[in-house]
């Protein structure tokens, strides 16, 4: 586990071992719920996912260079109950926003400690100096012990080796992350560091999902029943995304649409190859956003501009194709079966059914 300052564990709240971190304040999470002192922090927690289930980032109270000792507890205490409140809903669709709201959060900050700015007109510039290689090498480490990828600093850049790169661009559709649109030096591609962060962000997305998955609670049903209970009623908002005839589709398609049942946050590629396949089988534009309304970043606006432009009703007027099987199975959207019976593209697909 790595070793956080207060700083850190505010800006990453998700990186605090949670039992241990109240064990160290004095608490056990049963003591903590119970006590109508701390009911502000339960509160605090509930609407920490209320943000998240409305597509907003949850605001932080902290700013730099101010005594953030009093934000603490409250910030780190609100992320754990809001876990424990998710963990014990077991709503999907609510864990997804969740997780993916706290990563966008995350990675904010973590964009920041990448630039580290200076203030060149203050008097201190050596303290902000060293202060900055602290930040950025902190950042460094948590992505490199978290999620596992190796960066360094050159100058104002961050490098990553091109192979590691290719594995997380892969699902990145715009030219600009093209590799032969980057710039590349001796086997590395250089980025800034929002363009690191943004190259990262599934990572960030599925470790903090997986820290709630993997989060043991204990019995505390009857203290928190009340919060969970609005859960419930929160969650009815997000109604199951369906379409006409799924059972037709191909298990790729059934793939992408089972994720967005789940609330899961389906990739830049599983997206487009959702959508071309629907515009190209006809389907109602109102109808193929409906189904994107449970994806944890949904945006009304942003999708169906997007739809539109597949469509070639926007923009360069180009329609998009659905992509071919070869294709799909590079960004391994590719769950074949027998019924598949080697077409080269899903919109080929006929099944068992359909050929009766
Ligand atoms: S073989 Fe083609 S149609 Fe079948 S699951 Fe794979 S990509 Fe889809």
């Known amino acids: ?17 949670a039992k241990t971190y109240l064990q160290d304040k004095g608490f056990t999470l049963e003591q903590f719920v119970d006590d109508p002192d701390h009911k502000f922090i339960i509160d605090m927690a509930y609407d920490r996912i209320k943000y998240a289930a409305n597509g ?61 700015k200076i203030n060149i007109h203050s008097d201190n510039i050596r303290n902000q100096l060293e202060h900055r290689i602290n930040q950025q090498e902190l950042a460094i480490k948590i992505i490199k012990e978290l999620f596992l990828v190796d960066i360094k600093k050159d100058h104002d850049h961050f490098i990553i080796a091109a192979q590691d790169y290719l594995k997380h661009a892969v699902h990145f559709h715009e030219t600009e992350w093209k590799l032969v649109n980057r710039h590349v030096y001796k086997g590395f591609v250089y980025l800034t ?15 903090i999902s997986s820290r709630i998955y993997s989060i043991e609670i204990p019995s505390i049903q009857n203290s928190l029943r009340y919060y969970v209970n609005n859960l419930t009623l929160m969650a009815k908002k997000f109604p199951i995304p369906s379409t006409s005839s799924p ?10 649409l089972n994720m967005l049942e789940n609330g899961k946050n389906l990739s830049h590629s599983g997206r487009f190859l959702l959508a071309t396949f629907l515009l190209s089988k006809k389907k109602p ?13 949904y945006n009304a606006k942003t999708t169906l501009y997007q739809i539109n432009h597949l469509a070639g009703l926007s923009g360069s007027r180009t329609k998009y194709n659905c992509p071919s099987c070869q294709k799909i199975k590079t960004h391994n959207l590719c769950f074949e079966t027998s019924e598949c019976n080697n077409i080269s593209n899903p919109l080929q697909f006929k099944n068992n059914n359909e050929s009766k």
Do not use: W
């Open 1 to 17: 586990m790595l070793n956080l300052g207060t700083d850190e564990i505010i800006k990453y709240p998700f990186l605090a071992e």
């Open 56 to 116: 907003k980032i949850y605001p932080s109270p902290y700013k730099d260079n101010i005594n953030i000792s009093s934000f603490l507890p409250r910030e780190i205490f609100s992320f754990i109950i809001a876990v424990v409140l998710l963990k014990m809903s077991r709503i999907n669709i609510l864990i997804k926003k969740f997780a993916l709201s706290e990563a966008r959060r995350a990675e904010k900050y973590l964009e920041k400690d990448l630039e580290a």
């Open 193 to 207: 560091p929002h363009e690191t962060v943004r190259l990262l962000r599934r990572k960030i997305d599925q470790y």
């Open 247 to 256: 059972g037709q589709f191909p298990p790729c398609i059934k793939h992408t």
């Open 285 to 297: 534009i109102a109808e193929i956003l409906s189904l994107f309304k449970n994806a944890p970043d």
